[in-house]
């Protein structure tokens, strides 16, 4: 139940806030390049468990890629369902997901020199969703879907803050919303830094990356969270 917020300038051009939501004993690896072999140039965070990443960026060929969860609407036994996590290494890599997936459900969302989009799967269909210049919010349903509480909350507010483009320092007014949306408790429908277990999820807000990608230059931050599913005052 990972969170996105994305403003879109031009095609190759947008700036995003990404936040993670997994189960804490599942052990990941910071911002690095993780994949010499195999994906040179990509840096991401890496999942250890099954050494793919929840998100994945390739500086060279300015590619950027964030995995989210998306509910299934069959069932697909767990010793079927392969790792989600080359997903994103994929996509920067310049090979988008295709066809049928032996894969639990995903929103993939996608930024590169043709455009930004989302590829969703949900267990039957794959849909590629074009993300429009603007500010846009997704999570583990459609984008900007008012019916996600989190997303009916704090869209309005960060297009408040107005096209990135015309900030110096949009990292930090958004960085700042995302503070403030803490406020609320983590257990709450409307949180973006969250606590999912009583929801029925293992999961909690663990980490945000900030990012930007353009035609002349790149940036990724990384931020871990001092504790799970809490902000540091």
């Known amino acids: ?116 989009r989302v590829r969703s799967w949900d267990g039957e269909r794959l849909v590629e969703t074009p993300i429009d210049a603007g500010t846009h919010m997704i999570a583990h349903d459609d984008l900007d879907d008012d019916a996600t509480a989190r997303i009916a909350t704090w869209l309005p507010e960060f297009r408040a803050l107005g096209a990135t483009s015309d900030s110096l320092d949009w990292a930090g007014d958004w960085v700042a919303l995302l503070a403030e949306s803490a406020r609320l408790s983590p257990e709450d429908d409307r949180a973006i830094i969250r606590d999912n277990r009583p929801h029925g999820y293992p999961t909690q807000s663990l980490l945000y990356c900030t990012a930007s990608i353009a035609p002349d230059a790149v940036d990724l931050d990384y931020r871990a969270l001092p504790v799970p599913a809490h902000w540091a005052d």
Do not use: K
Not at 44 to 52: E, F, I, L, Q
Not at 70 to 92: C, I, Q, W
């Open 1 to 116: 139940m990972c969170t996105v917020v994305i403003d879109v300038a031009e095609a190759g051009t947008a700036r995003l806030l990404a936040v993670r939501d997994e189960d804490p004993e599942r052990e990941w690896d910071a911002l690095g390049e993780w994949w010499p072999e195999t994906h040179p140039g990509v840096i991401g965070v890496r999942d250890r468990r099954a050494g793919g990443a929840w998100l994945a960026m390739n500086p060279a060929a300015r590619r950027l890629a964030v995995l989210l969860n998306r509910a299934d609407v069959v069932d697909l036994p767990a010793e079927l369902a392969l790792s989600r996590g080359s997903l994103a290494l994929e996509s920067v890599s310049g090979r988008s997901p295709e066809g049928t997936l032996p894969m639990h459900g995903f929103n993939l969302v996608e930024v590169g020199p043709e455009g930004a």
